[in-house]
Every structure is written in structure tokens, then in C-alpha cells.
């Protein structure tokens, strides 16, 4: 039994989603005609309250598709220091729309509507122009951490006052909205665009969906195609997403239950230094400085057992739909016996 807890994108389609994908109505969705495709967009659209969404293969294509649609060259964006568009996108937002970001220091991942307006830009021409603020809910290298919702509208309001758009990072928001019982149209009443991944909780195969205002989205399938992001016979992807939005939801809680047991189980063992809060589903611990973090995980290794490192003897395990409850006691009495 390998117990893989590296991500929650290295769950593999259920039988069940295999069917259903294996039974989807498919066309050419260059054409637009990919029955599939289109509901997966209206059900997303709809639940967030939007008038249009648009299919992605990828989380860091919705998002760099989305920076693109928000700003020019030159212009400069506001996000954390942490923030997965800024650390784990390639440099896409500097490579793909010729912008720079201004890093807050936030904590876990999050920061205050005091910090925005410390970080945009005055009014002068020498300076870049403050076009975007880009937060993440949950936010990844926060471990998993979830935004206070009141933070969420109070910065709203500044980006109102300041006329910049506001984007959400929402590859895990479907943990945050199961955790904090919040809704999809909470959400889409106070962000212009928000991109959800389908692949990571959710387990599906393959997929992002990017949701926002006509207003808004209009070049979005433009730039999609620009990024080489177009697909045909999408929609045996797209129905593992429906699919998905089904099933798998409501199930999230089970995750983050599993993620709370181990950090208890961790915060008891003598070589560990410190583990961070655990809201939802990623547990961020570190060792003492004496212990040597290649070895502990080639420990936990040689158990079937695979983690992996954050850097600075920082560590991290996600929970995920395929990590069975067998699974969960194993590895909580290595841990005890560790
Ligand atoms: C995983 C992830 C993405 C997108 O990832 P892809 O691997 O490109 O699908 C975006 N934002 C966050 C916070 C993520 O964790």
C-alpha cells in the first residue's frame, strides 16, 4: 500500500467518474459545440452568480488567462508574497502580460485591506499602474489557510475606490467554502473573476474553470487560444467535472478531519518544532534543527509513506479524496512509533 500525501492532485478518476466521463456527448469545442463543455460552463457560471466561465486545462492557464484580462503591459498587480501566481506560474505573469507584482508580507498567505492600500501605487507617471489585487482562498503556502470573509469585502471596497479588479485564486476554494460553510455566490457577488481547479480536491483528471462577467471575460476564449489552451473533444474532461461537482464536494470535510488528526499526532512528536494551524487539508510542519530533513522522509519512504519538503526543514502532507481511512491509520501509528 503506498500512501502518497505529496498532493491532492495525485488522485486518479473513480470508476464511477471514469463512466461517466466514458459516456459524455463530445463535439469540437474550437467550434463551440462540445455539449459537455458548455453544461460544465453554465453549471460554474451560473453557481457563481457570473454570466460566463470558460474551461481550462490547467489552474495556471486560468489564472495567467485572467491577469491578462485585468491588465496591460507595464501595468503592476497586487498579491502575497506566497502567492501561487507569483511563485509557481513560470513567471507568467511578467512572461505572458508584461507585468510586475508588488509582494505584501502577509501572514499564512492572507493579508489586510490596510496592506492594499500601502501597496498601490500613487497617481504619478514614473510609477506603474495598480491595476489588479490577486488573493487565494484556501491559500496553498499558507497550509491551507482561509480567509476571514470581512477581510475579503473590506478590500473589495478599496479596489472599488481605486478601480482595480479584483481576482480569486480559487484552486482549492471549494475546501474553504465546505470548511467556513460559505457559498460560490457569496463569492461571485464580491470578485470579478475567480478561477476554480477541478483536479486537486476534487479529483478529477484534468481541469480549471475560469468564471466572471461578460463584461469582462469577452477575450477570454481569445486569449486561451493565444496560450495555446484550446481543446476538441473536451468534454469527456469536462464530465469527470460534472461529475466532480456531484460528488465530491460535500466530502471535503473528510479530508480535513484526516489533516487535523495527523497534525495532533505530529504536535506531540519531540523532533518537531512546530506545526502551523491546520484549517482544511494540508498540514505544514517543521523539524527541529537537529533533525535532518532528507533522512525523515526517506524514513517515512521506506515506508510507503511520501511527503515532501517546503524548504527551511518545512514539511507538508495534503489529504485527498484517495487516501483511504486504511491508509490514515497506518500512517498515524508510524508516526506514534516514529
Ligand atoms: C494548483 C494550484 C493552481 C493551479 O495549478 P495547475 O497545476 O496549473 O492546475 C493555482 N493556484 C493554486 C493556489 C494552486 O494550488
Known amino acids: 500500500m503506498t500512501i502518497d500525501l505529496r498532493s491532492d492532485t495525485v488522485t486518479k478518476p473513480s470508476k464511477a467518474m471514469l463512466e461517466t466521463m466514458m459516456q459524455a456527448k463530445v463535439g469540437d469545442d474550437v467550434f463551440r459545440e462540445d455539449e459537455t463543455v458548455n453544461q460544465l460552463e453554465t453549471r460554474i457560471a451560473k453557481m457563481f452568480g457570473k454570466s460566463s466561465a470558460l474551461f481550462f486545462p490547467s489552474g495556471t492557464m486560468a489564472n ?23 511563485n509557481y506560474e513560470s513567471g507568467g505573469a511578467s512572461f505572458n502580460s508584461g507585468v510586475s507584482c508588488k509582494l505584501i508580507d502577509g501572514n499564512r498567505g492572507m493579508f489586510t485591506a490596510e496592506q492594499v492600500i500601502d501597496a498601490i501605487n500613487p497617481d504619478a507617471y514614473y510609477y506603474s499602474s495598480t491595476r489588479l489585487v ?23 471596497k478599496v479596489c472599488d475606490e481605486n478601480n482595480l479588479g479584483y481576482h480569486l485564486d480559487g484552486a482549492r476554494l471549494w475546501n474553504a467554502l465546505v470548511e467556513k460553510k460559505q457559498t460560490t455566490e457569496q463569492y461571485g457577488e464580491v470578485f470579478d473573476t475567480i478561477s476554480v481547479c477541478l483536479s486537486k480536491g476534487l479529483g478529477c483528471p484534468v481541469g480549471s474553470v475560469l468564471v466572471g462577467d461578460e463584461a469582462i471575460m469577452k477575450n477570454a476564449l481569445r486569449i486561451r487560444k493565444v496560450f495555446g489552451g484550446n481543446m476538441r473533444q473536451a468534454g469527456f474532461l469536462a464530465a469527470a467535472g460534472l461529475y466532480a ?3 465530491n464536494i460535500h466530502r471535503l470535510v473528510d479530508d480535513h478531519k484526516k489533516a487535523k488528526e495527523i497534525g495532533e499526532v505530529l504536535a506531540k512528536l519531540a523532533f ?8 482544511t487539508n494540508i498540514v505544514i510542519f517543521e523539524l527541529n534543527n537537529d533533525v535532518n530533513e532528507k533522512e525523515f522522509i526517506q524514513q ?39
Open 134 to 156: 490577486e488573493i487565494e482562498n484556501t491559500a496553498n503556502r499558507g497550509g491551507g489557510s482561509c480567509w476571514d470573509f470581512n477581510e475579503i469585502l473590506k478590500i473589495r
Open 272 to 279: 518537531i518544532k512546530i506545526v502551523e494551524p491546520i484549517e
Open 245 to 247: 461537482l456531484d460528488h
Open 64 to 86: 495567467q488567462t485572467a491577469l491578462k484580462l485585468h491588465t496591460s503591459p507595464g501595468d503592476q498587480i497586487i498579491c502575497d508574497k506566497y502567492a501561487h501566481i507569483y
Open 300 to 338: 517515512l519512504t521506506n515506508k510507503n509513506i511520501h511527503i515532501i519538503s517546503m524548504g527551511t526543514n518545512k514539511l507538508r502532507i495534503v489529504t485527498h479524496l484517495d487516501y483511504t481511512i486504511t491508509m490514515h491509520d497506518k500512517l498515524i501509528k508510524v508516526l506514534q512509533t516514529l
